[in-house]
Every structure is written in C-alpha cells, then in structure tokens.
C-alpha cells in the first residue's frame, strides 16, 4: 500500500505538469494561427484545463478491469466537485481576502456569465444522471447527440456575448523557451505539445491503475474512490488559480474558471461516457449526481443575488461530506 499510495503522488504530479505544459503551448498556438484573442483564446485554454478530467475516463476503459467504474466516477466526479468544493474555495477566498477587496466579501461576478453557465448546466447535467437510469442504448445515442450538440450550442452563444476581451492578460513565456525574449519557434510549441499530452496520458495510466490497487484494498468500488479522489487530484490544483483571482477583485474570472468548467463537464465529458460504457449509475454515482445538482442551483441562486457568504459556504462544505458519508457507509 505504501508504494501504491507512492505511485499515485507520481502520477498526480505527472497529470498536472503535463496539463501545464500542454496548456501553455496550446495557448501559444493559438496566438501563433490568430485564435489566442478574447474568447476564442479562453476556449482553447479550457481544452488544456480540462485535459486531465477527459483523459483519465478514456485511459479507464482502454484499461478493461473494473476501468468502467473508473471513468465513470471520474465524468460524475468533475462536476460533483466543481459545484461543490470550487464553490466551496472562492467563497472562502471572498471571506478571508474581504480586507483587501474592492467589494469586501460580495462576489461580484457577471450575472449574465453565471445565468448562462449555470442554467445551461443544471438542466444538462440532470439529464446525463437520468440517463444513467435509462439501460436503452438507442436512448443513449439520443443523448450523446443531443448534450454535444448543446454545448457547441452554448460555445456559440458564450462567443457571441463575451467577443474580445479589452483586457487581454499578456501570455506566460512557453515553458521550453529558454530565451523568453524573442517568441517561441513552431517546433518548441509542438514539442512542449507533445511532451504535456504526453506525461498526462502516462500519469493517467498509472493513476487509474494504482486506483484500482487502492479500492481493492481498502474495500470499497473503484467507482466511489475516483468519485472524490479522481476529481480532487484533477480539478482542485487548475482551480487554486480561482483563489489568486478573488484575491486580485477578479470575480468574473474566478467564477468563469469554474461555472465554464462546469458546463463542460456536464456535456462532453457524459457524451463520451455514454459511447463507450453501459452508463448504469449506482448508488454512489447518482447520489454524487444528485449533490452536485444541489451545489450549482445554490451557487446560481447565491451568485446571482452578490450575496455569497458563510452559510453559503457551510452548505457547499456540507454537501461535499454528504457524499464523504453516503460512501463511507458503503
């Protein structure tokens, strides 16, 4: 067990370096085709922030033993934790950076943003936990369709309404530019490419498999160990930055990082999962479903109104250990 747990420490540490590495040069590549401006800039980064997430599902059923379970807790787990502990640390930050904000404690986030985010989440995602209680492979189809064809739907409107940003922040020098002075060759974008997708492709592997090795351990399915443990080893570490933005009065940003994240994972993500596994939820999963439901419609009713505060914060922590306890009883 110590060597497992060893392993997976590596594999995480694999997993996030690579989406790192691959994040900056995608960035860098699309400034060097002309789609790093605005909007279009922020979806290709997203792509990068979410590589982790999508890359650990696809490693699970290449895996064939119990990697079913695997991919399946980590698609439900994503977005369980966004709504959840996401939630959870930027209405932490409001809190506890209040003395240095220009809005105290208030999260001031664009309404529009979190009205568009979040109600095209909620609704998504409830259909994906319902189709986990559908066995219809024809209705699966149905539902692979209809959820990609609804984010390409949102994508579209999200670029219509957000254009280009008047303060575009300058991109961080590629990481294999050793110079930083003059901007990278096309070969030291493809490699450090190349190199990121690499390593979490690599680290996946190993992460699911020690996975496995834990829940067989410890007794529980692998599906309600990479509920909480896919997801916290791959979502929490690309939202710290959310804290840096709260501290900085980036609301908007800090809030987009996670409610954009959020309609992604309840539509991409299920779609794949839908394609290539059997999507029959368990207990464990549709309660997961089931609280993250419950920790973006509060985050939609609390953000709207500005007036995200302690209990807001209690109640997401709350949910977050609801689950902890539904696993824990078995």
């Given at each position: 067990?110590?060597?497992?747990?060893?392993?997976?420490?590596?594999?995480?540490?694999?997993?996030?370096?690579?989406?790192?590495?691959?994040?900056?040069a995608?960035?860098?590549?699309?400034?060097?085709?002309?789609?790093g401006?605005?909007?279009?800039?922020?979806?290709?980064?997203?792509?990068?922030?979410?590589?982790?997430?999508?890359?650990?599902?696809?490693?699970?059923?290449l895996?064939?033993?119990?990697g079913?379970?695997?991919?399946?807790?980590?698609?439900?787990?994503?977005?369980?934790?966004?709504?959840?502990v996401?939630?959870?640390?930027?209405?932490?930050?409001?809190?506890?950076?209040?003395?240095?904000r220009?809005?105290?404690?208030?999260?001031?986030?664009?309404r529009?943003?979190v009205?568009?985010?979040?109600?095209?989440?909620l609704?998504?995602?409830?259909?994906?936990?319902?189709?986990?209680?559908?066995?219809?492979?024809?209705?699966?189809?149905?539902?692979?369709?209809?959820?990609?064809?609804?984010?390409?739907?949102?994508?579209?409107?999200?670029?219509?309404?957000?254009?280009d940003?008047?303060?575009?922040?300058?991109?961080?020098?590629?990481?294999?530019?050793?110079?930083?002075?003059?901007?990278?060759?096309?070969?030291?974008i493809?490699?450090?490419?190349?190199?990121?997708?690499?390593?979490?492709?690599?680290?996946?592997?190993?992460f699911?498999?020690?996975?496995?090795?834990?829940?067989?351990?410890?007794?529980v399915?692998?599906?309600?160990?990479?509920?909480?443990?896919t997801?916290?080893a791959?979502?929490?570490?690309?939202?710290?930055n959310?804290?840096l933005?709260?501290?900085?009065?980036?609301?908007?940003?800090?809030?987009?990082n996670?409610?954009?994240?959020?309609?992604?994972?309840?539509?991409?993500?299920?779609?794949?999962?839908?394609?290539?596994t059997?999507?029959?939820?368990?207990?464990?999963a549709?309660?997961?479903?089931?609280?993250?439901l419950?920790?973006?419609?509060?985050?939609?009713?609390?953000?709207?109104?500005?007036?995200?505060?302690?209990?807001s914060?209690?109640?997401?922590?709350?949910?977050?250990?609801?689950?902890?306890?539904?696993?824990?009883?078995?």
């Open positions: 067990m110590p060597v497992t747990a060893l392993l997976l420490v590596v594999s995480i540490a694999l997993i996030v370096v690579g989406a790192y590495l691959f994040t900056n995608v960035e860098w590549a699309g400034q060097r085709l002309n789609l401006e605005g909007a279009v800039g922020s979806i290709l980064a997203a792509v990068g922030t979410a590589l982790p997430e999508s890359v650990i599902p696809i490693v699970a059923v895996a064939g033993t119990e079913e379970e695997v991919a399946i807790g980590a698609i439900i787990g994503a977005p369980f934790m966004l709504a959840t996401a939630m959870l640390v930027i209405a932490a930050s409001a809190l506890v950076f209040a003395g240095r220009e809005t105290g404690a208030e999260i001031h986030a664009d529009d943003s009205r568009r985010d979040l109600g095209f989440f609704p998504c995602f409830a259909v994906a936990i319902g189709l986990g209680l559908v066995e219809s492979k024809a209705v699966h189809v149905i539902g692979i369709v209809g959820l990609l064809i609804a984010y390409v739907l949102h994508v579209r409107q999200t670029l219509r309404h957000t254009g940003a008047d303060d575009e922040e300058e991109l961080k020098a590629l990481t294999f530019d050793t110079t930083k002075e003059d901007p990278p060759s096309t070969f030291q493809v490699a450090q490419f190349v190199i990121g997708l690499a390593l979490v492709i690599g680290g996946a592997e190993l699911v498999t020690e996975l496995v090795k834990v829940a067989e351990g410890i007794g399915t692998a599906l309600a160990l990479s509920l909480i443990l997801p916290l791959t979502e929490l570490p690309e939202k710290l959310s804290v933005w709260m501290r900085e009065s980036k609301d908007t940003l800090a809030v987009g996670v409610t954009g994240a959020m309609a992604f994972q309840a539509t991409v993500p299920v779609a794949f999962g839908l394609a290539v059997q999507w029959h939820l368990d207990r464990f549709i309660a997961a479903g089931v609280l993250a419950l920790g973006g419609a509060l985050a939609l009713w609390r953000l709207e109104r500005r007036s995200v505060g302690k209990l914060a209690v109640a997401w922590a709350a949910l977050f250990g609801a689950l902890l306890v539904v696993v824990g009883m078995g």
